[in-house]
């Protein structure tokens, strides 16, 4: 067919292609002809394994750099779902030594197949105990393997639980919604373990190995590193914090502490708390169900899910609005005789004070002033004022769950309680009674916004995030806003001289720091479950607030004798920190 | 079919043409494409798709065979006359699939085609790119410097960069080794040929920027497969078992455990040498290799017998396009090369590719019908 000779170019094209036939061909020949046998012995006993090298989470850290969660090894056990051959039999063996239930190795075996040839973890954090029991019973276990794998370790014990959060296996749900975990992975299910998740988990690496005819690793064949999280830095100030906790030992309440300038949560403590060492291997069933029916409810953050009557702390609201409103001046004056009628009701105070101006008011907490006060504005502009400084709307702090509180008005009695709004509704308003809900983390951004001249900061947690090697990746800011009523200077003014006066000689004066120019308003907030809830919001120093502390205590009868001494303790404590404000404050 | 169309135009031409055509080319790639559905069958027997996939598969195959019987009847020296048009058409179909294109396993490459499926641009743009370059050379006698092989690397540039964009890397080298080819068939001196691909080593950089992450990846997994066991690495590995396993002689067709248990990810396309391998051994793997050399060898044999250096050269660049496939085809699966996803022609499942290899052995039958009187 080739009747003449082919030009010398494409011939020698024909002798490239023929060469590198060639080498495919060699190719073939080696891994088929001569490494087939192994290649064989792969295939045949599917010897290919793929086991799970857990990423180390990221560390967290307080302000000042002090560690407050890390990590330590353990031991997992874990499985390899291809290598059993009777799940049945493995569940009856396993279920006792690992001390959980058949059922659910069978269920994470049955989730296991999906991917048959990576570990299934079903035990984490063992004993040395299980461990060596385990080995010993190799024989009888195919396919069971034991993994070393970092924990979370809580190096200041049961601290801040509610900030920190803790872990637990991913569910089917977040398997479905959310990319990248595989089913036995652990994800962060409250605090900032959950919010800041992404950051603080790592990818976990692999290793694809050759296993033997029990499951045991023999020769890595490909390896992917673990790459570790990233660390965050929080606001929190871990003595600050400490102090709160122990002023809250045996109580249940909440204490806030916030910078009001840049919205940094340096305390957000919460009673009672729990151990999130609980949950490091896993929580047990036991303990899980301790926690969840405790009627004290250990795992409600106080501090920011919970919502109560703010009391009198309201009435710096009630206070506010009037005068910006223009309906009271510093010198006008009421009688305070220790009742109000109200058409044919009477409204009873808790003394009689004789005639007071505004700051005499304040400082004593007179409910007939802040009634007339509240009647004079009205429910829908104190419901106004309300909301402008962030009541009942969540704050935005960078946590999973937060309660939204309740600013009520007529158009929401209506709908929910079928009645008019009745003025009796407005009294109790003004005093922050009736259905007015706040959480303790809204009474502090409220006071951080009188107390710095109407910005509304978010209080925020995180600080700063790090990379594994220690240097910063990147840090946060607040989003700020300005109240969206106006406040004239003159009402801020006057109000804040009536904190003041709470503390010097009024209602607060427990609260009082020797030598720390304060302001602040207590609240005993009668509520329908009990004893009345102590309040306790304030800030100082009083002309250039660095600090906003809120203290609450659950049926802690009376602000003045029970919260304001608790917050003295706070800002007693945070001395070195207002010192060294306005200066600017040490990064760690 | 085309015979009864020679027959009418009376004997003598119908005798000519019987013994023009290369049977030994349409026997070779006959049989390519009939390994190729019993690779498919004996690949996906055990899925649910099988079905849907066969009939795919006859429905590409007939569409394909039509393209071939038009480009063997038409003058490919009248095709070489529509350059400019097909050139240009090119370039908008390859911008059409980057606006319009339909993404799949991250790159957009498919235009969507009701029924039939999608249309991939960029596996037809080698086979015009074939003949507007071969046009293009054809205009130049000689390439006496290396100046002289900057248009027509312009030429292949322009749609090269197009086709990066999508992203798909393979088609673009594939383009490269076209272009190679084809000017050094074209006269080009092997010296300037080196200026050129040193030229190309240098903007190397600057492709790897271009790249998208998971092309990054696969080279990458081709330098060290253990770095990433489960992504690109996984499944070099595990072709590598697959067709190891086979040994001499394979395990029997429909009996491969690998591609049973779907360990090779895209088996049917990408991976079809693995099921022959890992089936059919040493042998059956020779068998095919041995076919491509046949039809390469006529490919080659067209070229030197082309009546014209226009058909010499188009003859090359189709050479060049099949040679390239496959050895980078079964070099990857080998571990050789790394994982650029080009299917394997004729064999792998993938309608356009299928078009594209058959409309080109189609031009070669064309190239071959009009050869040189006596060669």
């Known amino acids: 067919m080739t009747g003449s000779a082919w030009h ?24 088929q002809a001569i490494q087939g046998r192994y290649y064989l012995d792969l295939s045949e006993q599917n010897r290919v394994r793929d086991l799970i090298v857990p990423a180390p989470r990221g560390a967290i850290f307080d302000r000042r750099g002090q560690p ?85 370790q809580y190096l200041l014990g049961p601290f801040a639980p509610h900030v920190l959060g803790y872990l637990g296996e991913v569910t089917e749900e977040e398997l479905r919604t959310k990319n990248g975990y595989r089913p036995g992975d652990l994800i962060g299910k409250a605090g900032v373990e959950r919010v800041y998740d992404d950051v603080l988990r790592g990818d976990p690496g692999r290793l694809q190995v050759e296993v033997d005819a029990a499951g045991r690793p023999m020769r890595v064949l490909g390896r992917q590193q673990a790459r570790p999280g990233r660390s965050m830095v929080l606001n929190v100030d871990s003595s600050l914090q400490q102090v709160a906790e122990a002023a809250l030992r045996g109580r249940s309440g909440a204490i806030v ?164 709004w009745y003025p009796g509704d407005t009294l109790n308003m003004s005093i922050g009674q009736g259905f007015v809900l706040t959480s303790p983390l809204q ?83 009668e509520n329908p479950r009990g004893i009345p809830h102590a309040w306790f919001a304030g800030y100082a120093p009083a002309d250039s607030p660095a600090l906003v502390v809120v203290v609450f205590v659950e049926h802690g009868r009376r602000g003045g004798e029970i919260a304001a001494p608790i917050a003295r303790a706070i800002f007693e404590a945070a001395r070195p920190w207002l010192a060294q404000s306005p200066a600017g404050q040490v990064r760690p | 079919m085309a015979g009864a169309v020679a027959r009418r135009a009376g004997a003598a031409v119908s005798t000519r043409w019987w013994h023009e055509v290369d049977w030994i080319l349409i026997g070779v790639t006959a049989l390519l494409v009939a390994y190729g559905i019993v690779a498919l069958v004996s690949s996906t027997h055990a899925t649910s798709d099988a079905p849907a996939l066969l009939r795919a598969r006859a429905i590409h195959l007939a569409i394909g065979v039509l393209a071939l019987v038009a480009a063997a009847m038409i003058d490919y020296r009248r095709l070489a006359g529509a350059a400019k048009v097909i050139y240009v058409g090119t ?26 499926g999608g249309f991939q641009p960029s596996e037809a743009a080698k086979l015009a790119l074939v003949i507007t370059l071969a046009r293009h050379l054809d205009a130049v006698k000689a390439l006496p410097r290396m100046r002289s092989l900057f248009p027509f690397a312009a030429h292949m540039a322009l749609p090269m960069f197009l086709i990066i964009r999508q992203p798909d890397l393979g088609t673009a080298l594939v383009l490269l080794a076209i272009l190679a080819a084809m000017l050094y068939v074209a006269g080009a001196r092997p010296g300037d040929l080196a200026g050129i691909a040193a030229a190309a080593a240098v903007t190397l950089p600057f492709l790897w920027r271009i790249l998208h992450d998971y092309q990054r990846r696969r080279l990458l997994a081709f330098l060290d497969p253990g770095a990433d066991p489960l992504g690109s ?95 980078v085809n079964v070099g990857m699966t080998l571990g050789l090369m790394p994982v650029t996803g080009i299917p394997l022609p004729f064999m792998s499942y993938g309608g356009s590719s299928l078009l594209t290899t058959l409309a080109g052995t189609g031009l070669l039958l064309s190239i071959r019908l009009r050869r040189r009187p006596g060669h």
């Open chain 1, 257 to 420: 502490a916030m910078d009001p300038r840049s919205g940094e949560v340096l305390v957000l403590a919460s009673a009672p708390g729990f151990d999130p060492s609980l949950f490091s291997g896993g929580i047990s069933q036991a303990n899980w169900r301790r926690l969840t029916t405790d009627t004290n409810l250990p795992l409600l953050s106080r501090a920011a899910e919970g919502t109560y009557e703010p009391g009198s702390v309201f009435k710096i609201i009630t206070g506010l609005s009037a005068l910006s409103e223009g309906v009271v001046s510093r010198n006008s004056t009421f009688e305070c005789t220790g009742q109000l009628q109200l058409g044919q009701w009477i409204f009873h105070d808790l003394a009689a004070y004789g005639t007071v101006n505004f700051i005499r008011g304040v400082q004593v907490s007179c409910n007939v002033m802040f009634w007339r006060l509240g009647m004079a504005v009205g429910e829908p502009r104190l419901a106004r004022y309300a909301k402008a400084l962030g009541l009942g709307e969540p704050t935005g702090i960078d946590l999973p769950a937060e309660a939204a509180g309740l600013i009520p008005s007529a158009e929401w009695k209506q709908r929910v309680w079928k009645t008019p």
């Open chain 1, 8 to 31: 010398p170019r494409i011939l020698r094209l024909g002798v490239v292609i023929v060469l590198l036939f060639l080498a495919l061909e060699g190719r073939l020949w080696s891994m």
């Open chain 2, 233 to 327: 690495g996984y499944a070099l590995i595990q072709s590598k078992i697959a067709i190891g396993s086979g040994q001499l002689f394979g395990k029997g067709l429909f009996s491969g455990t690998q591609n049973l248990l779907r360990f090779i990810p895209e088996h049917h396309t990408d991976f079809i040498f693995t099921v022959v391998g890992e089936e059919l051994g040493l042998i059956g793997a020779t068998v095919l290799l041995v076919l491509y050399l046949i039809w390469l060898w006529r490919a080659l044999n067209i070229a030197a017998g082309a009546r014209d250096r226009l058909g010499a050269i188009m003859a090359t660049g189709i050479a060049a396009m099949i040679m390239f496939h496959v050895v």
């Open chain 2, 91 to 116: 370039l908008l179909m390859l911008v059409g699939v980057l606006v319009l294109g339909e993404s799949r396993l991250g790159a957009q490459r498919w235009i969507a085609m009701g029924p039939f």
């Open chain 1, 443 to 525: 009474i502090a951004r409220m006071v951080s916004a009188v107390a710095m001249d109407g910005k509304l900061v978010q209080p925020r947690l995180a600080r700063r995030i790090l990379a594994p090697d220690g240097t910063e990746v990147s840090s946060f800011a607040s989003r700020e806003t300005t109240v969206p009523v106006t406040l004239p200077p003159e009402a801020l003014r006057t109000l804040r001289e009536g904190m003041r006066a709470v503390v010097n000689g009024g209602t607060g004066a427990a609260a009082a720091v020797q030598g720390l120019d304060m302001a602040g308003k207590t609240g005993s907030a």
């Open chain 1, 68 to 152: 407050l969660v890390t990590n330590r090894a353990s031991f997992t056990v874990s499985v390899l779902p291809m290598e059993v051959p009777d799940p049945d039999r493995l569940a009856e063996v396993l279920a006792p030594l690992l001390g959980i239930e058949r059922q659910e190795i069978l269920d994470k075996l049955e989730a296991g197949r999906r991917r048959p040839f990576e570990s299934v973890p079903l035990r984490r954090d063992v004993s040395k105990t299980i461990v060596v029991t385990v080995e010993e019973h190799r024989i009888d276990l195919p396919g069971v393997i034991i993994q070393a794998e970092p924990v979370r």
